[in-house]
């Protein structure tokens, strides 16, 4: 079964400084990975999502994340973090074929930014 | 613009009594799913449906029903029989034609509570 595993339930960063966000999956093949990010009382808002080619995606808002298939990870990156990127972000997994159906979320972490 | 529209952004259930959380979409999308969020526990999937008239069952689908008449409604009815439906419900869609690694995209969700 796949799973999702994002180790920091808070991560407090200050206002201009670099952010990562830290995201392991367990899938038997390779996956769909996404990034998705949810302010309060919100829906969920797509950031970025990796398929295949480069490993490094860019997503919306400065956003980029990187897929490491040998440390099973897509780690979430920003380089200089706004007050208004305070919210929760969530990774997500799929299975990587025609007919992929359901995502995997992970437990999230809620991002503080301090100014 | 397209999207998708759950209604209503609050709702109230009394004890014994079954509760309907409205979930529409424009956005010509084939799929859809219903996920519960409760704090520190990410988001569950309760159902989905690729294709009208057909729907699954998903990791907590007890206490809860669905039905998918049409292409873009997606109603959840939460029985009697869910004992702590308390929760944020959040409703996505995803399109399955074309590209096929596409996301799925969300509503700005309904939180339930028990009065």
């Known amino acids: 079964a796949q799973s999702v595993t994002q180790p920091d339930i808070h991560i407090t960063v200050s206002e201009g400084a670099s952010l990562e966000l830290r995201c392991n999956y367990s899938?038997?093949?390779?996956?769909?990975l996404f990034w998705y990010v949810q302010s309060p009382g919100q829906g969920l808002q797509l950031l970025l999502k990796?398929?295949?080619?480069?490993?490094l995606v860019q997503g919306i808002k400065g956003f980029e994340a990187e897929f490491k298939r040998s440390q099973s990870s897509f780690n979430l990156r920003k380089p200089s973090v706004h007050w208004s990127d305070a919210a929760e972000y969530f990774c997500?997994?799929?299975?990587?074929?025609?007919?992929?159906?359901?995502?995997?979320f992970g437990k999230g972490t809620m991002l503080l930014v301090s100014p | 613009d397209g999207g998708i529209t759950q209604s209503p952004k609050y709702l109230f259930r009394k004890e014994g009594q079954n509760v309907t959380l409205s979930c529409e979409q424009n956005?010509?999308?084939?799929?859809m799913y219903w996920y519960r969020q409760d704090p520190g526990q990410g988001l569950r999937l309760i159902y989905y449906s690729q294709i009208v008239n057909d729907f699954q069952k998903g990791d907590i689908a007890e206490g809860y029903s669905v039905s998918r008449e049409k292409k873009e409604s997606f109603p959840l009815t939460v029985t009697s029989a869910q004992k702590n439906p308390t929760a944020f419900y959040l409703c996505?869609?995803?399109?399955?034609?074309?590209?096929?690694?596409?996301?799925?995209?969300f509503g700005d969700g309904t939180r339930l509570s028990i009065l």
């Open positions: 899938y038997g093949a390779t996956p769909y």
């Open positions: 996505a869609s995803r399109g399955t034609t074309g590209t096929w690694h596409q996301p799925q995209h």
């Open positions: 990796y398929f295949s080619g480069d490993t």
């Open positions: 997500a997994v799929g299975p990587m074929n025609s007919g992929y159906s359901t995502l995997t």
């Open positions: 956005l010509n999308h084939d799929a």
